[in-house]
């Protein structure tokens, strides 16, 4: 009941920028936490940054001085702004929200098929 769409994902060199966006579509659940995971080949699913519909954010240690996580609430979108990128930040990047509760269900999480970050000279 939850579709998540990302764009923006492609390759760039080290040292630049890329901003990925999510648009959150739903009729039946209102959306609490947004926010990125990616995960690298060989590597476990991590949490990059995450934002509640207050604003207040979180982010994995790698990239606390260089990515910003911004949304929209009246558009159920949101964003990832990428600077500074390293080979190290290479991964599929997965959009993720968290549903409110509702009488029928609990709060769910749903992730994004995913967009591909490529970091390489």
């Known amino acids: 009941q939850v579709q998540l769409v990302e764009t923006g994902g492609g390759l760039v060199q080290p040292g630049g920028s890329l901003m990925l966006s999510c648009a959150a579509s739903?009729?039946?659940?209102?959306?609490?936490?947004m926010g990125w995971y990616r995960q690298a080949p060989g590597k476990q699913r991590e949490l990059v940054a995450l934002?509640?519909?207050?604003?207040?954010?979180n982010y994995t240690d790698s990239v606390k001085a260089r990515f910003t996580i911004s949304r929209d609430n009246a558009k159920n979108m949101v964003y990832l702004q990428m600077n500074s990128l390293k080979p190290e930040d290479t991964a599929v990047y997965y959009c993720?929200?968290?549903?409110?509760?509702?009488?029928?269900?609990?709060?769910?999480?749903?992730w994004g098929p995913g967009t591909q970050v490529t970091v390489s000279s």
């Open positions: 993720y929200v968290r549903t409110d509760g509702t009488w029928w269900q609990d709060e769910v999480d749903y």
């Open positions: 739903t009729n039946m659940f209102k959306i609490d936490a």
């Open positions: 934002i509640t519909k207050g604003g207040s954010t």
